[in-house]
């Protein structure tokens, strides 16, 4: 079991990597400091202390910066630790399939590029056919 100085450690390792994960993100954003705490409605020496990793944003904060930087939360929360990575994959064709604003049509040609992207990369779905999954 690891002792209150490793889990110390570890925690503020934590949030240097998301820190440096922000200011990564920031960078590939072409966007300074100034113009994503404007961007992210907070203040710069604020911003700037979380991306040295010597403040702890809370998740309201880290949905703003991730808003700002146009990533999803759930990378910033994963990062901070405040949500798990999932694991396993999501179930990405189920939800396509069900959901009611799409017509049979739009369904099959979404599931396609999916399967396409994920064949591209190497991570072909294994579960089921391509197939069985536009109903084809």
């Known amino acids: 079991m690891p002792g209150v100085d490793e889990v110390k450690d570890e925690l503020e390792s934590r949030w240097d990597e998301l820190g440096e994960f922000i200011r990564e993100q920031r960078r590939v954003g072409h966007l300074s400091l100034r113009k994503l705490s404007e961007l992210a409605g907070i203040s710069n020496p ?76 190497g991570n072909v779905r294994g579960d089921e056919p391509a197939d069985v999954a536009t109903g084809e």
């Open 46 to 121: 604020y911003l700037s202390q979380i991306e040295r990793g010597l403040r702890r944003p809370s998740a309201e904060i880290l949905q703003q910066i991730a808003r700002a930087l146009s990533i999803s939360s759930e990378t910033l929360y994963i990062r901070a630790g405040i949500l798990e990575e999932r694991t396993g994959t999501a179930d990405l064709v189920s939800e396509i399939l069900r959901d009611p604003f799409l017509n049979e049509d739009q369904k099959k040609a979404l599931v396609r590029i999916y399967d396409s992207f994920r064949h591209e990369n």
